[in-house]
């Protein structure tokens, strides 16, 4: 299935809106899962992995909602978020049974936290989170784990959660990453691309090739959750 439909659309925020690109297959029959993404600290929705990504889940019958909030404070992405799965709910013509949030970086931290907050009031609000370079400390303040990890550590054993990070990521310790994957209720898997960065570049490999690996593996563990 190639064929994909992508809308620009707006979502209702406190009195302003949000950007957001809806991202469907071109018929909605069948389409039972749908995909929340947002970006990280700094760019937006256009982020090339986000849209690549988006591109790649809808290409398989899958419905991406990809957004825009450029608030650096984590509880304002939070809101905001949550103003996005609002909206994606209203979609009635979707039959959707499934619901993935996901994010890259901070907007991972947004996903994560949210996804707890909603677990906290029923277990069958999201199935799971998939975060890309989750930043579990800024670059040389490994002590910051602590408090980035919290809202991982509560996620429900009925979350499951995926973890894409690069073995050269400067803001994710392998070791102290590790910890805190043991120390989770929920089931976690972790992806360690093999020389990635932060950004999930790999040197000497096109970021395309990147990608298409990253893509093929969240959209093959999105599968396996749901079936």
């Known amino acids: 299935m190639d064929k994909f439909n992508e809308e620009l659309v707006k979502v209702h925020f406190g009195a302003k809106s949000l950007d957001a690109v809806l991202s469907s297959p071109a018929s909605d029959k069948d389409v039972h899962t749908a995909v929340i993404l947002t970006h990280g600290a700094g760019g937006d929705m256009n982020f090339k992995h986000l849209v690549s990504l988006a591109r790649a889940l809808t290409s398989e019958g899958l419905v991406c909602l990809r957004f825009t909030c450029k608030g650096l404070n984590l509880a304002f992405r939070v809101k905001a978020y ?35 907050q909603l677990s906290d009031e029923s277990e069958e609000a999201v199935q799971g989170v998939i975060c890309l370079s989750f930043p579990l400390h800024p670059p040389g303040k490994t002590h910051a784990y602590h408090q980035r990890s919290e809202d991982l550590k509560k996620l429900p054993e009925s979350v499951h959660v995926l973890f894409v990070s690069g073995t050269e990521d400067n803001m994710c310790n392998r070791d102290l990453f590790n910890e805190v994957v043991k120390d989770m209720k929920a089931d976690a898997e972790v992806f360690w691309l093999q020389g990635g960065s932060h950004g999930l570049t790999v040197k000497g490999r096109s970021e395309e090739s990147v990608m298409d690996e990253v893509n093929l593996k969240v959209l093959l563990w999105i599968k396996e959750k749901t079936t």
């Open 82 to 116: 949550n103003a996005v799965w609002d909206y994606l709910k209203t979609l009635t013509r979707f039959k959707l049974k499934n619901i993935f949030f996901g994010g890259r970086s901070m907007g991972s931290r947004a996903a994560a936290a949210l996804a707890r």
